[in-house]
């Protein structure tokens, strides 16, 4: 039975972490790539990553650029929720995907994320991404 409940988490967190997969890539000029080799699935935006998603932990995470404040108070908030793994640990939270973020919560973290970097780019790069 253990057995059991332990495979159908793994399938569940795969499930969630190809759906959070295609909404990152779904995100206008977005690109998804590997340059820190297969185990990190980086999306940038206009060149400027704005998440990174684990691809051989069990369960996966993401990391995404956070505010300061908000990031402190979900590390503080939520369990799988910590400072930036290899990142800026003030600008940057690291998710668990294993279902202790509420999916919409989820979601619109990595709308932040990208929000803030595409806030930050290039006047021409900003008016480049708004024709895509």
């Keep these: 039975m253990r057995d059991l409940q ?16 295609a909404f990152l890539g779904s995100l206008g000029g977005t690109e998804g790539s590997y340059p ?43 369990e799988s929720i910590i400072p930036g793994y290899y990142m800026n640990k003030k600008h940057w939270i690291t998710i668990s995907l294993e279902g202790g973020v509420p999916d919409g919560l989820l979601m619109d973290l990595v709308e932040g994320s990208y929000k803030l970097i595409a806030g930050k780019l290039k006047k021409a790069d900003k008016l480049e991404l708004e024709q895509l």
Excluded: W
């Design 36 to 78: 820190f080799g297969p185990d990190a699935y980086v999306f940038k935006v206009m060149g400027k990553m704005f998440a990174l998603v684990s691809q051989n932990d069990s369960p996966a995470r993401v990391t995404l650029k956070c505010n300061p404040s908000d990031a402190q108070a979900l590390v503080e908030q939520f």
């Design 6 to 21: 332990s495979s159908l988490l793994i399938k569940i967190n795969h499930m969630k972490k190809i759906k959070l997969e």
